[in-house]
């Protein structure tokens, strides 16, 4: 069949480069989704650190302020296209800076500040979702409201948004085709010039299609057997406490 024909001869004069942008499309969703993480895990702590009306004037005005700041940023990039974000920050640098970026630096640079901007809203919902009481049992034995979050609060929230955090992974990894636009050489873009090259568009994107889907299923098998295990034991005992017994849904006190 000539279809399969083309697919043949597609993978066999530009499977390398195929796999190379494959290469870079991974980097990408990697870097830009650990990146933006981190990002949106500071802005969301920022924004729920607890600010009270006796606290200074001072501290209260500059958390305004950033507060406004890091809103903004989140709204901007949560309201504008990532292709249009890339091409206003790579093309702006060299019109205003006469700043010429590299395009694979930059593409991590611009997925990371976009994942950056979702991720903030989404670690604070996960901060959010925490029971309160937890909070209040933290203060009550003497721990700073940075040990609560380090030690009691983020555990928790990092693995509620979990589902959340590898949905943007899978995305970033998708998303990252926009970046062709600025020369990025990610799978879209190589998948472009060989269509472009064999006049051959439907095998050459069929190919880059299933490229995809791999990347895509993979990662997500990965992420739900990680949740699993952070899921911990059905059975598992408490210090001070009895084992669970067939999967009992309550903990009998051990005497001491």
């Not at 611009?110 to 670690?123: D, F, H, K, R």
Request: aromatic share 12%; with cysteine; net charge neutral.
């Amino acid at each position: 069949m000539e279809f399969f024909h083309w697919v043949q001869v597609i993978l066999n004069d530009y499977g390398a480069l195929l796999l190379k942008g494959t290469g870079v499309t991974v980097l990408l969703a990697i870097v830009g989704t650990l990146a933006g993480f981190v990002i949106g895990l500071l802005i969301g702590v920022y924004k729920t650190l607890p600010i009270r009306k006796e606290d200074p004037l001072l501290k209260r005005v500059l958390y305004k302020i950033f507060n406004f700041i890091l809103s903004a940023y989140i709204e901007v990039f949560r309201s504008t296209p990532m292709m249009v974000q890339a091409t206003v920050i790579f093309y702006g640098a060299a019109f205003l800076f006469q700043l010429r970026l590299d395009p694979v630096n930059a593409g991590m640079f611009i997925i990371s500040i976009n994942t950056g901007a979702y991720m903030a809203e989404i670690v604070r919902g996960g901060i959010i979702s925490v029971d309160k009481g937890q909070f209040e049992a933290t203060h009550s034995i003497g721990m700073t409201h940075f040990q609560a979050m380090a030690f009691v609060v983020l555990p928790q929230a990092i693995r509620n948004i979990m589902p959340a955090l590898g949905n943007q992974f899978i995305i970033n990894i998708k998303d990252s085709c926009v970046l062709s636009v600025i020369s990025v050489t990610e799978l879209f873009f190589q998948t472009k010039s060989a269509a472009g090259a064999t006049f051959q568009t439907f095998p050459a994107y069929f190919i880059a299609c299933i490229i995809y889907f791999i990347l895509c299923f993979g990662i997500t098998q990965l992420l739900r057997y990680l949740e699993t295990r952070m899921d911990g034991a059905d059975t598992y005992t408490i210090y001070g406490t009895e084992p669970v017994i067939n999967g009992a849904d309550t903990l009998k006190r051990g005497d001491k």
